[in-house]
T-cell receptor
Framework: AQRVTQPEKLLSVFKGAPVELKCNYSYSGSPELFWYVQYSRQRLQLLLRHISRESIKGFTADLNKGETSFHLKKPFAQEEDSAMYYCALHPGSGNTPLVFGKGTRLSVIA | EAGVAQSPRYKIIEKRQSVAFWCNPISGHATLYWYQQILGQGPKLLIQFQNNGVVDDSQLPKDRFSAERLKGVDSTLKIQPAKLEDSAVYLC??????????????FGEGSRLTVL
């Protein structure tokens, strides 16, 4: 079965400091990994996907199959980055649903 | 483009009562999901529809939960009778794709249920 682990419930950093939100997964195949974000009083929305290899709002995430990780990183945190972040996994094919981690609340302190 | 609409936004009921949630997906989206999000946890899938057919309801507690999407558009999720542990936010999401492997799920604002 697929599982997504986000070990930190809360991460507090100062504005301008680097951010790393951790995500580890368990799945024996080649999954698709995603980061979703939920800002205060807003809907859950897709932030980025590993296959796109894109940088969104300064965030990047690299899929490390050896370590089964997909950590979300940003070199300089901004106050507007404060939100709940969820890592999600899909097996890569078929009609199976996304499996979400429990989420990490990022708080950026001015 | 209008987003996924859900109602009611908030509902408080006593245990053993019933409740229904409604979802209107983005126009043209064939796939619709209902997720349950308990406080402090990530969303957990309850049921997935493809048009008006059920694709996955393996995690739906069928003794008390039911869902339908009769015309392949709107969907309702019902709980009867409710238990204390059903207190959660019920999220509806839709996608234009059959598979979630693109990650492109569009979520509604959710319906927060409190069972007393």
């Amino acid at each position: 079965a697929q599982r997504v682990t986000q070990p930190e419930k809360l991460l507090s950093v100062f504005k301008g400091a680097p951010v790393e939100l951790k995500c580890n997964y368990s799945y024996s195949g080649s999954p698709e990994l995603f980061w979703y974000v939920q800002y205060s009083r807003q809907r859950l929305q897709l932030l980025l996907r590993h296959i796109s290899r894109e940088s969104i709002k300064g965030f990047t995430a690299d899929l490390n199959k050896g370590e089964t990780s997909f950590h979300l990183k940003k070199p300089f945190a901004q106050e507007e980055d404060s939100a709940m972040y969820y890592c999600a996994l899909h097996p890569g094919s078929g009609n199976t649903p996304l499996v979400f981690g429990k989420g990490t609340r990022l708080s950026v302190i001015a | 483009e209008a987003g996924v609409a859900q109602s009611p936004r908030y509902k408080i009921i006593e245990k053993r009562q019933s409740v229904a949630f409604w979802c209107n997906p983005i126009s043209g989206h064939a796939t619709l999901y209902w997720y349950q999000q308990i406080l402090g946890q990530g969303p957990k899938l309850l049921i997935q529809f493809q048009n008006n057919g059920v694709v996955d309801d393996s995690q739906l507690p069928k003794d008390r939960f039911s869902a339908e999407r009769l015309k392949g558009v709107d969907s309702t999720l019902k709980i009867q009778p409710a238990k204390l542990e059903d207190s959660a936010v019920y999220l509806c999401a839709s996608s234009p794709y059959m598979s979630a492997n693109t990650g492109e799920l569009f979520f509604g604002e959710g319906s927060r249920l409190t069972v007393l």
